[in-house]
C-alpha cells in the first residue's frame, strides 16, 4: 500500500482524514506541531507514525517524507482571527515555506501532492457561478496567502511527481478535533446550548461541505491516475445558502433531534464579514466524477448526536474549539 504523510493531521480535518486512511489500509505518518494536542489520533494503530514536528524545519521534514508516496498538505494557522494574531509568524507557516516543503518533496521522492487551499480565496463575487477560472480577490491575508501558493506547487508537476490542489467551501460537521468556528458548527452549537441562533448578517452567500465528503476526497485523490489530476485545481462544494438560510435549516433540525427545545429562536445582527460567493463543483464532477454524498442537515445531526452524547463538553468555555482562542494560549513561535 501507499504511504500517506498528512501535514497537519492531527488537527480539525486531519482527525476525520487519518483514520479514513488507516481504514482503507494505508501506513499513515501524521506531522504536526500538535497545538491541539493528539489525543485524538488512533495511536494504537500500528500502521500510524505520528511526529511532533514544525513545517518550517525543512530538514525534518524532508526526513519524515522518506519512503512516502503522497503528502495531503493540510497544516496552516486556520481562519483569519488565528493568523492575525501574529501576521510574520502565520505567514511563515503558511506561505514562506510552502515551497521549501514542495521541494523537499521531491527529493525525497514522493510521488503526489495533495493540497488544500480554500474557496474563500474568491472573496466577494456576483458571478452566479464561480468557477476555478475566477479571479481570486482574498479579503484577508488568510485568504491572499492560501491563494499564493498555489502557483508555487503548480510549476513543480512533473511526470514523476503530480500536484493537485483542491479549494474546499467551508467544512462543516464533527470531528473528534472540534472546531467550534465554522458557521454551520458555530450555528449548531447557539442553538443545542443556548436556544437562539445569532446571525451576522444573514445575506452572505456561503458554500459549505461535509467533513466527511472533503475527507473522502483527499483519500479518494491518492489512487486517481495522475492523468485526471495532474496539474488541476478543483472547487469542492455541495450546497451554497446564504447565512440565513443555513440558520434556518440548523433550527429546523435541532428542533427535530431536541424536541423539548424547542422553539429555537434566530436573531439577526450586522456582520462585517461580507465573504459571499456561489461556487461551481462543475468541473470535478465532470472531470472525476466526484460529487458530495452528505448535507448540510447530515452535518448538523452528527453534532446534535456528539452533543447527546456527551463528547463536547464545555462547549462555550473550553478553548480547544475554538482556534483563535488556543493560540492565544499557546503563543508558540
Not at 148 to 168: A, C, G
Request: overall charge neutral.
Amino acid at each position: 500500500m501507499k504511504k500517506v504523510l498528512v501535514t497537519g493531521g492531527a488537527g480539525y480535518k486531519g482527525s476525520v482524514l487519518v483514520p479514513t486512511l488507516l481504514d482503507k489500509g494505508y501506513p499513515v505518518v501524521v506531522y504536526d506541531w500538535m497545538l491541539f494536542g493528539d489525543d485524538h489520533l488512533p495511536k494504537s494503530d500500528p500502521r500510524l507514525t505520528v511526529i511532533k514536528g514544525d513545517i518550517r524545519d525543512i530538514p525534518a521534514l524532508e526526513t519524515a517524507m522518506q519512503g512516502v508516496d503522497t503528502v495531503i498538505h493540510l497544516a496552516c494557522i486556520s481562519n483569519d482571527p488565528s493568523f492575525e494574531l501574529d501576521e510574520t509568524l502565520s505567514k511563515s507557516i503558511n506561505y514562506d515555506c510552502f515551497e521549501d516543503g514542495v521541494k523537499a518533496a521531491v527529493r525525497a521522492g514522493v510521488q503526489r501532492f495533495i493540497c488544500a487551499s480554500t474557496s474563500s480565496v474568491y472573496g466577494v463575487s456576483d458571478a452566479p457561478e464561480v468557477t476555478e477560472e475566477h479571479p481570486l480577490v482574498p479579503l484577508t491575508l488568510y485568504n491572499r496567502f492560501k491563494g499564493m501558493t498555489e502557483p508555487l506547487l503548480l510549476k513543480y508537476q512533473s511526470p514523476s511527481f503530480t500536484t493537485v490542489i483542491i479549494r474546499p467551501a467551508t467544512v462543516c460537521g464533527y470531528s473528534p478535533r472540534l472546531r467550534l468556528d465554522l458557521t454551520v458548527n458555530i450555528l449548531t452549537n447557539h442553538a443545542v446550548n443556548k436556544g437562539q441562533i445569532t446571525v451576522f448578517g444573514g445575506t452572505q452567500k456561503r458554500p459549505n461541505i461535509h467533513i466527511d465528503d472533503v475527507t473522502g476526497l483527499y483519500a479518494d485523490l491518492i489512487e486517481r491516475p495522475a492523468g485526471q489530476i495532474a496539474g488541476e485545481t478543483f472547487n469542492a462544494g455541495y450546497e451554497n445558502f446564504t447565512v440565513a438560510e443555513l440558520a434556518e435549516q440548523v433550527k429546523r433540525v435541532v428542533e427535530q433531534e431536541f424536541p423539548e427545545k424547542a422553539p429555537i429562536s434566530i436573531v439577526t445582527t450586522p456582520s462585517n464579514d461580507l465573504r459571499s460567493y456561489h461556487v461551481s463543483s462543475k468541473k470535478i464532477l465532470q472531470k472525476l466524477g466526484w460529487k458530495p454524498q452528505r448535507s448540510i442537515e447530515d452535518a448538523v445531526r452528527d453534532l446534535c448526536r456528539a452533543f447527546r452524547q456527551g463528547k463536547i463538553p464545555n462547549s462555550f468555555d473550553d478553548d480547544r474549539y475554538y482556534n483563535v482562542r488556543t493560540c492565544k494560549l499557546q503563543a508558540v513561535q
